[in-house]
């Protein structure tokens, strides 16, 4: 999830797209159309799948709306994403303003900020009352994610969230109450059989203890769904050692990343991590706002997964036997059935 929608990042013949019938065979695996009006013409002329993610209790309802709408163009997620989980509470609590100076414990040191901001903040919710919603959406949707969740190192409570982000406090989530908002989460979409969609930022090595202890502690259940770190920006050391452990097995079968021109072509990292990744575990997404944006987006990536990997790109869409001669849009496709279908148990050797 993010506010910026400049990208620095420019590929030959980027506006240039394919026709329809290559087109409906790409995923935008993570946007965020609900965040904006939704014109039911851009719905109707969308070609392509898109995983529409909520983040807090306010946009869960139009994520449901969204996909009970559209069924055959919008995988819903439902979850709340940590820059929102200050707003939660683990507990009961006494009052609004108690719970807020418990959950920023620098708030005597910054009175007027912490005044300012609780004029904005909402009435806390209980953790057990979120899950309980992200509970129900999932039921109601046979083929929904787990998403918007995650960790978030670098995020600093804005003053009002209408601003986009506005002015910062200097308040921030402590991160072990993101993580134990992040993994009753997970707990449910291992419980629930439900793939998810991920969110790490500044939190390399969180991520990887993290992702080892869900796979302890949930077992074979655990490899049963994919997780997907979205708008990835692990460096390709620390992306390698999910996927392989020391005797170069599969140490995370369960792990993909997908990556977007509107988050990580700010930095060129992002091509030296799809450089290393597994052919087979890469995704693409547009991480965007206006549902107009998602489908150029998420092109601009295809395109340049397929310069790193030196993929031919569909300019049709014909049967290919060699897989060796797949293009790009084919593998994404099957990557991302692959990322539905789960079951990863069992898998052993990584092939690149």
Same mark, same amino acid.
């Given at each position: 999830m993010c506010y910026e929608h400049d990208i620095s990042d420019t590929i030959s013949h980027r506006d240039t797209l394919p026709p329809p019938s290559v087109l409906r065979h790409v995923v935008d695996v993570h946007c965020h159309p609900t965040d904006s009006e939704i014109p039911v013409k851009s719905m109707d002329n969308l070609p392509i799948l898109i995983g529409?993610?909520?983040? $807090?209790?306010?946009?869960?309802?139009?994520?449901?709306?969204?996909?009970?709408?559209?069924?055959?163009?919008?995988? #819903?997620?439902?979850g709340y994403h940590p820059w929102f989980t200050h707003w939660i509470a683990l507990a009961s609590y006494e009052s609004k303003e108690n719970h807020y100076r418990r959950m920023f414990k620098d708030a005597d040191e910054h009175p007027e900020a912490f005044q300012k901001l609780l004029v904005h903040l909402p009435e806390p919710v209980t953790l057990r009352t979120i899950l309980e919603d992200v509970r129900q959406n999932l039921m109601a949707f046979p083929s929904a994610m787990l998403g918007e969740v995650g960790i978030d190192r670098a995020f600093r409570v804005p003053y009002d969230?209408?601003?986009? #982000?506005?002015? $910062?406090?200097p308040f921030t989530v402590p991160f072990e109450h993101q993580l134990a908002i992040l993994e009753a989460q997970l707990d449910l979409a291992a419980e629930l059989g439900r793939n998810v969609s991920m969110h790490s930022v500044k939190s390399q090595m969180a991520t990887v203890e993290l992702l080892d202890r869900m796979a302890d502690k949930h077992g074979k259940h655990w490899m049963k769904i994919s997780i997907d770190i979205h708008s990835c920006s692990l460096s390709p050391q620390t992306w390698l050692s999910i996927e392989?452990?020391?005797?170069?097995?599969?140490?995370? #079968?369960?792990?993909?990343l997908s990556l977007s021109t509107v988050i990580n072509s700010r930095s060129p990292n =992002?091509?030296? $991590?799809?450089?290393?990744?597994?052919?087979?575990?890469? $995704?693409? !997404?547009?991480?965007? =706002?206006?549902? !107009?944006?998602?489908?150029?987006?998420?092109w601009d990536m295809v395109l340049i997964v397929a310069e790193v990997k030196g993929w031919p790109v569909e300019s049709s869409w014909e049967e290919v036997v060699d897989e060796s001669q797949q293009g790009v849009v084919r593998r994404l496709e099957n990557n991302w059935k692959e990322f539905v279908q789960g079951n990863h148990v069992g898998l052993s050797q990584i092939s690149k």
């Open positions: 529409a993610m909520s983040t $807090l209790q306010a946009d869960q309802g139009l994520v449901r709306d969204l996909a009970t709408a559209f069924s055959d163009k919008v995988v #819903p997620s439902f969230y209408l601003l986009s #982000p506005g002015e $910062l406090t392989l452990n020391g005797f170069l097995q599969k140490r995370h #079968p369960n792990v993909f =992002h091509r030296a $991590l799809i450089a290393a990744c597994s052919s087979r575990r890469i $995704l693409v !997404e547009s991480d965007c =706002h206006k549902i !107009e944006d998602c489908m150029q987006r998420t």
